[in-house]
Nanobody, 116 residues
């Protein structure tokens, strides 16, 4: 079965940096898109960034210029480098992986808290 293991969340002061990672395993199918979503209390889950198998990234306007998404296809791992963090970036961050002909999967979520 598919398993997504996230790491890298935590508490950081405004202006600081964090790096999230998510490793996918358990499927023989190829991965098309990998991405990160976030959900703050009282808000809907929203896309932060995603990246295709051809390494074409897509970012939410709110994080452009501050966050960088990348992936290691050999390790089935996606990363999110978050710089210049703001209190409004505080949320639970979820990894999302889309497999070719095998569906979409979510990680368990990792908390990111940015203090002012």
């Amino acid at each position: 079965q598919v398993q997504l293991v996230e790491s890298g969340g935590g508490l950081v002061q405004a202006g600081g940096s964090l790096r999230l990672s998510c490793a996918a395993s358990g499927s023989i199918f190829s991965i098309t898109t990998m991405g990160w979503y976030r959900q703050a209390p009282g808000n809907q889950r929203e896309l932060v960034a995603d990246i295709t198998s051809g390494a074409s990234p897509n970012y939410a306007d709110s994080v452009k210029g501050r966050f960088t998404i990348s992936r290691d296809n050999g390790r089935n791992t996606v990363y999110l480098q978050m710089n210049s963090l703001k209190p409004e970036d505080t949320a639970v961050y979820y990894c999302n992986v889309i497999y070719h002909a095998h569906g979409t999967y979510w990680g368990q979520g990792t908390q990111v808290t940015v203090s002012s």
